[in-house]
């Protein structure tokens, strides 16, 4: 496994805007399963000791995700993903907003853009978020933060577990 890959975490608060850029050492279409198909992202999205578990997801463009971090004690903390565009294993963008278990979203949510290419077996992935409300950016950036890092972590342990399948 490579120890020298590229992670870049960027906040620029006078956009609202949050910029990701991750590589793995894993083949593309592999990744792209990863970010793409919920019964694997269920398996790296939530940072430990959370738990993720999606209702239902419908990959496709106005398709929907829906699911919930699960904290140890069982609380539920929902969220609603809209799939805006997809370019399959290349860019996927989405709408995300924090939800009730009823699916009602909580205003403003963010734009995310995801892109993926592969150099030598490498893949990177670059995320740009763009947040409707510097308030709302403030308010989660921490837990973010350190949420965010937590996951990707997650996903290169999940991601050198099934390149050896």
Do not use: C
Request: hydrophobic content about 35%; glycine content about 4%.
């Amino acid at each position: 496994m490579k120890t020298d890959l590229l992670f870049d975490f960027t906040v620029d608060k006078s956009t609202k805007m949050v910029f990701i850029t991750r590589e793995f050492d894993a083949e593309l279409s592999l990744v792209w399963d990863a970010f793409t198909k919920a019964e694997l992202i269920d398996q790296w999205i939530a940072p430990k000791p959370m738990t993720s578990k999606t209702k239902y997801q419908d990959f496709k463009v106005g398709g929907k995700r829906f699911y919930a971090m699960v904290s140890p004690d069982g609380n539920e903390r929902w969220a609603l993903q809209q799939y805006t565009s997809i370019t399959p294993k290349t860019n996927f963008k989405m709408y995300n907003a924090f939800a009730d278990k009823d699916e009602n979203p909580e205003l403003p949510g963010s734009e995310w853009d995801h892109t993926f290419s592969e150099q030598n077996g490498i893949t990177k992935v670059s995320i740009t978020i763009y947040n409707e409300s510097l308030e709302r950016l403030e308010r989660i950036l921490d837990g973010f933060t350190q949420g965010m890092k937590m996951s990707l972590s997650n996903l290169e342990n999940l991601l050198a577990t099934l390149s050896q399948k």
